[in-house]
């Protein structure tokens, strides 16, 4: 069930199949019945990596199989799909994107092999308030949800190399995983934004957390819990403030906290890996990218 491994828990783990009867039982927290539809000798796998409340698994198999599965409940669900499927009757493309709640059945059938990427999060870590139930899919081509992806993928292929550097603890990863997927899911499913009386009194109820925090990375779950705010409200107050999603802002005041630092580093010793990491910015050459995208230059100028 979802509370054996939300929490605390992280941990990597591998395992392959011989029979879809097997794998069926491999998704941890699922309730799932396989059938086999193509022909052959059937061979799959599952790898998992529990990041606290964050369960990322990546399921293969080389055969067509029904499958018909439950999320566990208060989760919401999130899937990257390579190959094509039909979902409760829908067809869907290949390398298409699908998000959806937990607590109810779904029957699909993948066209034959499947590699998915499948991401299950505790619903409470977007907010107090759990989403209403929805099921929606967005076609190849979101850049940014294909990003998403193949960081998810990148960390299932750290982790399952004991000797891999990470760079950074579970906590942290599991922060920076939790603030990618509420951006993905607020701006898929919430509602349009409207602006409200409220927003500005929200935005700078957030301003005022993020400067007692300073260079604390800030999840938008550990905002609403500290502020009381839902999720959604969250968003669009942001949307409305400042034009930007929450987890956009909370890394354009990271960076500019680093940028500060750095051009103080000469005079006090520190390297630009060191302040990256204060920052929260574990991967070097995605805060030199996110940096030069803001101020134009890359983080070494300032040296």
């Excluded at 349009?192 to 957390?209: D, K, N, S, Y």
């Excluded at 779950?221 to 942001?238: P, Y």
Aim: aromatic letters at 10%; a neutral charge; glycine letters at 10%.
């Amino acid at each position: 069930m979802l509370q054996d491994w939300a929490s605390t828990d992280f941990g990597f783990h591998r395992e392959e199949f011989p029979d879809a009867s097997i794998q069926q039982r491999g998704l941890i927290g699922w309730e799932q019945e396989y059938n086999q539809l193509g022909r052959g000798n059937f061979a799959g796998s599952i790898e998992s990596l529990r990041l606290g409340g964050i369960l990322i698994q990546r399921e293969r198999f080389n055969v067509s199989v029904e499958q018909a599965s439950v999320a566990p409940k208060s989760s919401v669900n999130f899937v990257w799909m390579t190959s094509g499927w039909r979902v409760n009757g829908m067809s869907i493309a290949p390398e298409t994107f699908g998000i959806w709640t937990g607590g109810a059945e779904h029957v699909a059938v993948n066209e034959g092999g499947s590699d998915s990427l499948l991401v299950t999060v505790d619903a409470h870590l977007f907010g107090p308030s759990p989403p209403r139930p929805f099921l929606a899919m967005v076609r190849g081509g979101d850049l940014a949800i294909a990003a998403t992806g193949e960081w998810l993928r990148g960390l299932l292929v750290m982790a399952s190399d004991p000797k891999s550097p990470t760079g950074a603890s579970p906590e942290v990863v599991a922060t920076l995983a939790l603030d990618r997927l509420s951006e993905i899911l607020f701006r898929v499913v919430a509602p349009e934004t409207r602006p409200g009386a409220e927003a500005p009194h929200i935005f700078r109820r957030v301003r005022e957390l993020a400067s007692d925090r300073a260079g604390d990375p800030l999840s938008v779950a550990a905002i609403c819990a500290a502020t009381g705010v839902t999720a959604e409200a969250l968003q669009r107050a942001f949307a409305d403030t400042v034009g930007l999603t929450p987890s956009a802002w909370l890394r354009i005041r990271r960076l500019n906290g680093a940028r500060r630092d750095l051009r103080l580093a000469r005079q006090r010793g520190d390297s630009v890996s060191a302040i990256a990491m204060k920052w929260g910015f574990w991967h070097l050459g995605r805060f030199s990218a996110y940096y030069r995208e803001q101020f134009g230059e890359y983080p070494s100028a300032l040296r």
